[in-house]
């Protein structure tokens, strides 16, 4: 079920009702059922996954919290690491692996028939099995008591507005809010209403617009045009970016009209100007969880440079392969690694640059540094958005050595509707950053936010491009 959808549209009119009528008590259960039949009407085969990993880590959680002997706090939080990940490792990358195998010992002349399983990956399982895997070792760490009751733990693993594509979610932040009454006031309403309208048009306007163009060149075989390579990893650029984000505001505003604050997982990254403030900026929810869960127990940057180096690589090459069980992901989390490694290094010398006193030339060396910097971004999508290396190298070498203009080259086509996609975008983006404040638009003057509003339903009434999925439900 998405929230695109006049389903889910039909689904949340029937639930928000009974939960507005309803106690404390009764509202956590109509949000736990609803978001079982939520999960459950894409495969309801996977709804008992879904109760396994709550039940295993809600268990091992009490007998974790339970007692003061280390070695059997560990045993239980070995038990919840395990089952989580072998879940996990088994539905997403078991065949990914096999494969990978066959081909090793083939490099050796060795041949090994693999069998290969027809495995659906359940759509959210990298979300929700990191989300219930951090409550076990918060409480593990002392940051937090489990919950009293399984049923109220089973409403933070599945709470349906984030539980397929996140944003992932800490127990420390969100249970408090599952435990305790909530209150939803007209302002926190009006403010819901807006963020899912903003994240409705950041996904079936721009980001469907754009895979038009993306999908165009990227499903076509080699050999490719620079120029149209180009365009397409422009438009792909937008489109992750309004799809994801687009989801996850809409998750933020269901959950604000519910009285629940759900974290903000992406504050405007394309303005970033180095690795370090992308992920600061990026996928926040994912980039937090990878420095706490294994960046800092790894070491993080306090055993000297060197071992810094790979602790930063080896976690953006788990965050690569956390995205899908290819080797494009993984080059794309080892690029990742290497522009972190790189920052790092030359980042003592960046800072021996003298400052400009100049606002102006401040501001002009702070863009070329954002534009510079989004083309090094660029260039990592390229691998993440490719079929496979060899496509991904194919097109490489087209915008290295064939980037010219040709009569098969539709630039105009593709320029217009990249351009009518993301001048709204650009627009809203920009007073974001100008006020510090993602809700900036929902604080204009009346008659301009007004007139934006009836801009952005004007063209998903006529211009949305249903029937795209959201791009991180297949992680």
């Avoid at 109220?152 to 127990?171: H, K, N, T």
């Avoid at 394309?270 to 926040?284: A, L």
Wanted: proline letters at 4%; one cysteine or more; a positive charge.
């Amino acid at each position: 079920m998405l929230f695109n959808t006049y389903q889910f549209a039909l689904f949340f009119l029937i639930v928000y009702p009974l939960y507005l009528i309803s106690g404390h008590k009764w509202q956590n259960r109509i949000l736990l059922v609803s978001s079982y039949i939520f999960y459950g009407c894409w495969d309801w085969r996977f709804l008992s996954l879904l109760a396994l990993t709550t039940a295993i880590d809600h268990y091992c959680a009490v007998k974790i919290y339970g007692t003061e002997d280390i070695r059997r706090r560990k045993f239980f939080l070995g038990i919840s690491v395990c089952s989580n990940l072998t879940v996990l490792g088994f539905f997403k990358y078991f065949n990914f692996f096999a494969s990978s195998l066959q081909d090793l010992l083939s490099v050796f002349g060795l041949h090994a028939e693999m069998r290969f399983l027809n495995i659906i990956l359940p759509v959210g399982i990298s979300f929700y099995t990191f989300q219930s895997l951090s409550y076990t070792i918060d409480v593990f760490r002392r940051n937090l008591k489990p919950a009293p009751r399984l049923q109220d733990f089973a409403l933070f693993v599945s709470y349906f507005p984030q539980l397929v594509a996140g944003p992932i979610e800490r127990a420390t932040h969100l249970l408090p809010q599952v435990l305790a009454p909530r209150r939803i006031s007209i302002d926190r309403f009006f403010e819901g209403c807006y963020l899912i309208f903003w994240g409705l048009f950041e996904k079936v306007y721009i980001a469907d617009n754009l895979a038009k163009t993306a999908d165009a060149v990227f499903s076509a075989p080699a050999p490719y045009n620079g120029i149209q390579v180009l365009l397409a990893l422009y438009a792909f650029a937008f489109q992750i970016f309004c799809d994801f984000d687009g989801y996850s505001n809409m998750a933020r505003g269901l959950g604000r009209i519910m009285g629940f604050d759900i974290m903000v997982n992406f504050n405007l990254p394309y303005f970033s100007t180095d690795p370090r403030e992308f992920w600061q900026r990026w996928h926040i929810s994912l980039s937090t969880w990878l420095k706490d869960y294994l960046y800092i127990p790894l070491g993080g940057n306090r055993r000297g440079e060197l071992i810094t180096y790979r602790n930063l690589a080896l976690t953006m090459l788990i965050g690569g392969l956390w995205h899908g069980a290819a080797w494009t992901f993984v080059a794309w989390g080892a690029y990742h690694g290497m522009l972190l490694v790189l920052y790092r290094i030359f980042q003592p010398y960046l800072a021996k640059v003298p400052l400009i006193k100049s606002r102006l030339m401040n501001g002009a060396w702070t863009f070329v540094r954002a534009v510079f910097f989004f083309h090094l971004v660029c260039a990592g999508w390229l691998l993440f958005r490719a079929g496979s290396m060899a496509q991904a190298w194919d097109m490489l070498y087209a915008v290295l050595y064939n980037l010219r203009v040709t009569q098969y080259t539709p630039i105009p086509s593709y320029f217009w509707l990249m351009a009518s996609s993301l001048s709204i975008l650009l627009i809203v983006q920009l007073s974001q950053r100008a006020r510090g404040d993602l809700m900036a638009v929902f604080k204009w003057p009346r008659a301009l936010k007004t007139a934006l509003y009836g801009i952005m339903f004007y063209l998903i009434l006529f211009y949305a491009s249903p029937g795209y999925h959201f791009i991180y439900f297949q992680f």
